[in-house]
């Protein structure tokens, strides 16, 4: 196979450096375009009003001053040399679960591929800033997992999103194939803090899941340390109210 790599960590993100090992696993045929700069929770956002530079770091690997986005753009239509057969955007640094997905530059790479008609797989391995990340369980786990998704194949307007739990390699419970879930919004944070001027500013963050989410989700899956497969549509329409508003309007 052909595979394309990209991130939202960045280019020099340890991440991506095991998706690379994943990918080796895989074939010898890999391009890499990721963002120059990390890019976390840029969704699936395209540069617009600013000039994209790129910056060849050798003849297999790119650095675009954009979006994940951007570089699935520009990887696709102007670097990689024919269409590749598989996109795996990742590893994260950290969980893309429940609404993640939604802020994800990670799975928006993988979006914006699968809108592009290339099959698309993002990878996330679960962990929390101040500890060591797991980067061994993603890298033994996935190659047999992306094998088995490619040989099975999947619809064109669906991706694929895969979490990993932060649980060394021979303790991962099993590949469970799920929804994604809802994690409680409790959960947010909005730190108010001052700089050095005396101006104040704010950081929004995340703390923890403060409960044993319900089973059945993928965000239920991670939290009973199995490994969560969750196939996204690309499709938003909601079929339900879609039937409630046409009777509403006559149509």
Not at 29 to 39: C, G, L, M, S
Not at 43 to 66: C, E, I, W, Y
Not at 96 to 102: G, I, P, R
Not at 116 to 137: E, K, M
Request: charged share 25%.
């Amino acid at each position: 196979m052909k595979i394309l790599l990209t991130n939202d960590d960045g280019i020099h993100a340890p991440g991506l450096k095991t998706l690379e090992n994943i990918a080796r696993e895989l074939t010898d045929d890999i391009w890499i375009v990721a963002p120059a700069h990390e890019q976390s929770g840029a969704g699936h956002s395209l540069s617009l009003t600013n000039p994209l530079r790129m910056q060849k770091l050798d003849d297999r690997r790119f650095a675009v001053a954009g979006t994940p986005t951007d570089c699935v753009m520009m990887a696709l239509r102007k670097v990689v040399q024919g269409v590749p057969d598989l996109v795996l955007s990742g590893v994260n640094r950290g969980a893309n679960l429940a609404e993640d997905v939604t802020y994800s530059g990670t799975v928006a790479a993988a979006m914006e591929a699968t809108l592009l008609g290339v099959p698309s797989i993002a990878l996330s391995q679960v962990g929390y800033f101040g500890q060591d990340i797991r980067w061994q369980t993603a890298e033994r786990h996935a190659p047999d997992i992306i094998r088995k998704l490619v040989d099975k194949g999947w619809p064109a307007d669906v991706l694929m999103n895969v979490n990993f739990p932060d649980v060394e390699p021979d303790d991962v419970k099993g590949v469970h194939v799920v929804p994604h879930g809802r994690r409680d919004q409790s959960d947010i944070t909005i730190d108010a803090r001052v700089d050095g001027r005396n101006v104040p500013y704010f950081w929004i963050g995340l703390r923890r899941q403060r409960h044993l989410p319900e089973p059945g989700t993928d965000i239920g899956v991670i939290w009973r340390e199995g490994i969560s497969v969750t196939p996204i549509s690309l499709d938003l329409t909601d079929p339900r109210s879609l039937a409630e508003m046409g009777r509403v309007f006559g149509d």
